[in-house]
């Protein structure tokens, strides 16, 4: 049972007060404005400041849905390859962690290699090599989808206790849009054809490939679609089961997290018909290509702060879109009010 | 005469393999790889920098439409007291160039206020105090649309003479969105409806008035749609004039711009105009909420990186939007090779 923290409203308020007189036209910042209110009522205070420690998790694990035929572009190796590249460094999300302070941990949930060449900490959390091919055969036994909520919840744990004050849920797994745009078309209710998208980048022939395994796994999960430990089972795998359990987590801590891409918009839509409310603590990085991931992001009301075309993963779209949230945050803190520099506006000009 | 600096297709092209080369699919960072492509093209070198030398200059000008009832949710008057606060370091614009990292400077070319309290650089270039009321008189002498040119041109030399790596055009002045939107409708051949907007924030009567003013206007300046001197003589500004010679002068000296609202869309539309060729130097920062600024950015074939309803001005969007300048060249330079983390993928997977 998910108990949901409170989102701080009179610290809202306070900050929307502040916004308001600042020396500028009412409403001029836009969605900055927006942002900052945000970031007081997830901070509990009228006076956010940037977010400091700013921890990225990649949640990595290989997909059974790759084994009939190719729904990636890339074969299922790359997932391995990627996660021994995030540990040393050259990956897009090690480099936009430097440029924006963060930090990345990645932690293997399900990869199809042992990866025993890896720190222990990477696999500590491993549930199982791979997931099944959801196209015709549970992802998961149940107590696989336990473990891996429970391993994302205790990851988050760790975080916000070794002092993060922003999460940022990342992804790295081949195959994972199609678990991620089943689990969507199953929770909203859509086809195959509203939530398939290209991916990393598929073909024509690929994609119709893609649709129909979604199509066939939208099939075996429809019972389940108000159950989302049974639909992580059905469809889902133990890198997104670890990613709902993550978001979970945050809610009850109370600490804000940066969405990125479809695979956290999957598991976002999980979290929150699990426990309603949740979203509150959370913030829509970007909107990627994907059209499970706008799907998800609409029935979340989440607004995307960025919208360039990304569908990377590993939490680029959500780094990218990091200094947005502290541009908010110094302006609400530097800004000077209207007052100080103007007499009152009259009624009549 | 101006004479439009060449970009360099050769960097280009190489910043293009470079970016083909990385550890990503092919297109995953979407416009952050077309972003690192046109710094390559403006910095000429395959491997391009973040900018680091970034100069912000905000024009500053009273208009004539102010004189006749409102087009303004502000009185006049904010046009001065708001130069004394980017002075002073208040603004948006101060503490969005404090927090990545560039210089402001505010210049008056039209202000009416003879601003005696503030350091004679900010006044060196003032052509006039305010201007005419364009919808029925000239905004300017020739001359003084010819004076308004050169400055932002001398302005542009003395920024780039000082090591500027990028240059930010920014605008203060009450009634300048009514200014722009006329100059944007001209040039575009549209009317006053769908031009006009909101502005700081004005109301539905405001409004009205408003667009029956740049209908007028438009009325005035339609023989001159052709002619970027005759339209800031009619219908233009100090200020706006200035900001295009500025826009010019960045063409010809070959460094780049990242543009920020529908007063720096109008600039770079006349700019263009005079120079074929030289928005190939510049990059659109935000999209306001203005309709002309949507209407000069699609006419300038130019995408914004950012649009989050800002209708501030001061180069708020341009300087919001830096980050991701920035975070393009880093993922360029930082991210190691797909052939060095996985073996080439295979035709068949």
Redesign the interface.
């Known amino acids: 049972m998910t108990h949901v923290a409170r989102i701080d409203e009179g610290a809202r308020t306070g900050a929307r007060r502040r916004v308001d007189a600042?020396?500028?036209?009412?409403?001029?910042?836009?969605?900055?404005e927006d942002l900052a209110v945000w970031l007081a009522g997830v901070q509990g205070t009228s006076a956010p400041v940037p977010p400091r420690e700013v921890s990225v998790v990649v949640f990595a694990g290989d997909h059974g849905v790759t084994g009939d035929g190719?729904v990636?572009?890339?074969?299922r190796?790359?997932t391995a390859?990627?996660v021994?590249?995030f540990l040393?460094g050259?990956?897009?999300v090690?480099?936009?962690a430097?440029?924006?302070g963060a930090r990345v941990r990645v932690v293997d949930l399900g990869v199809d290699d042992d990866l025993t060449d890896t720190p222990p900490e990477v696999r500590r959390h491993k549930v199982r090599r791979g997931s099944g091919a959801i196209q015709r055969e549970d992802a998961l036994t149940v107590d696989q989808a336990l473990a891996g909520l429970a391993a994302g919840r205790a990851i988050a744990d760790e975080e916000v206790d070794a002092g993060a004050d922003l999460l940022v849920p990342g992804d790295m797994g081949i195959g994972n849009t199609t678990v991620a745009a089943t689990l969507v078309g199953t929770v909203l209710g859509l086809d195959a054809d509203q939530v398939v998208g290209w991916g990393?980048?598929v073909d024509d022939e690929t994609w119709r490939h893609k649709r129909d395994v979604v199509a066939a796994a939208l099939e075996r999960a429809r019972p389940y679609a108000d159950d989302p430990v049974a639909l992580l089972r059905s469809v889902g795998s133990a890198d997104l089961a670890a990613g709902t359990g993550f978001l979970l987590r945050s809610a009850e801590r109370g600490v804000p997290v940066l969405l990125d891409g479809v695979v956290s918009g999957a598991c976002a839509l999980l979290a929150e018909r699990s426990a309603p409310g949740a979203v509150a603590w959370w913030c829509a990085g970007h909107r990627s290509?994907e059209p499970a991931h706008r799907a998800a992001l609409a029935s979340l009301g989440l607004a995307p702060?960025?919208?360039?075309?990304?569908?990377?993963g590993e939490a680029?779209g959500a780094l990218?879109a990091l200094?947005?949230l502290?541009?908010a945050a110094?302006?609400l803190a530097?800004?000077?009010t209207l007052d100080?520099?103007?007499p009152p506006?009259?009624e009549q000009?």
């Open positions: 600042l020396a500028k036209p009412l409403g001029a910042l836009g969605r900055l190719a990636s572009a890339y074969p190796a790359v390859a990627m021994r590249e040393r050259g990956a897009a090690n480099v936009l430097g440029a924006h990393t980048g290509t702060l960025l919208d360039l075309e990304l569908r990377l680029s990218t200094p947005l502290r541009t110094l302006l530097g800004m000077t100080s520099v103007a506006v009259p000009v």
